[in-house]
């Protein structure tokens, strides 16, 4: 490895795809307010593609300025239904409301990547995974979330795709790792053409 590699990230699941791929890497969390960072994204009618890249490269610049010399990886994810993008939901009656507004409809999960090294954006990339769920009633969403319980508050979604989440779909187009919010096969290309990790 000829640069040292930096994960601008605390989540477990997108350390794990990174260990699991072989790389080498340190990790520390980016200390931004992402709600405050969206909120006038959003309002001057920013695409749901582009609030991930913003976030994404908001937790990059950031980490970036305690290691300067590293190749830093920063990431978020959206999730969408046309131009609405979705937030955690705050309790069991707003993840209701959540599973109920994409019954029967295609939504999108935005993954992006941002590469920062020494302040300067080396490389943005955002993939797009389309989630189409069933139509849902009221009884099997409430019964659902019943079986599930507070895992459902932990996800943008209110559902969780290894799970039991998999019963609300009935059609998913996009790669795995895009939908876990890290899209590997891109980012690990750039990589080797950045020289970070083995060709």
Do not use: C
């Not at 405050?36 to 920013?46: D, I, Q, V, Y």
């Not at 080396?122 to 969403?141: G, I, K």
Request: hydrophobic share 45%; proline share 4%; glycine share 6%.
């Amino acid at each position: 490895m000829t640069a040292s590699l930096v994960l601008a990230s605390a989540s477990p699941f997108r350390r794990a795809l990174l260990e699991n791929a072989g790389l080498v890497f340190a990790a520390r969390a980016a200390e931004i307010d992402e709600r405050a960072l969206e909120k006038p994204l959003e309002e001057r009618g920013a695409s749901p593609e582009d609030v991930a890249l913003s976030l994404a490269e908001a937790k990059a610049r950031d980490v970036a300025m305690h290691v300067p010399d590293a190749l830093v990886i920063g990431s978020d994810q959206t999730m969408s239904l046309g131009q609405r993008v979705y937030h955690k939901p705050k309790d069991m009656a707003q993840a209701a409301q959540h599973l109920l507004s994409l019954s029967g409809k295609t939504h999108s999960l935005n993954s992006a990547i941002v590469l920062v090294r020494g302040g300067e954006v080396l490389w943005r990339h955002v993939s797009s995974a389309q989630m189409s769920v069933r139509p849902l009633t009221q009884d099997f969403v409430d019964r659902h979330l019943q079986r599930v319980g507070e895992k459902a508050l932990s996800s943008v979604g209110a559902y969780q795709l290894e799970g039991e989440g998999i019963q609300l779909f009935e059609k998913i187009e996009g790669d795995y790792f895009t939908i876990l919010g890290l899209p590997m096969l891109p980012l690990l290309a750039k990589l080797r053409e950045l020289e970070t990790i083995d060709a």
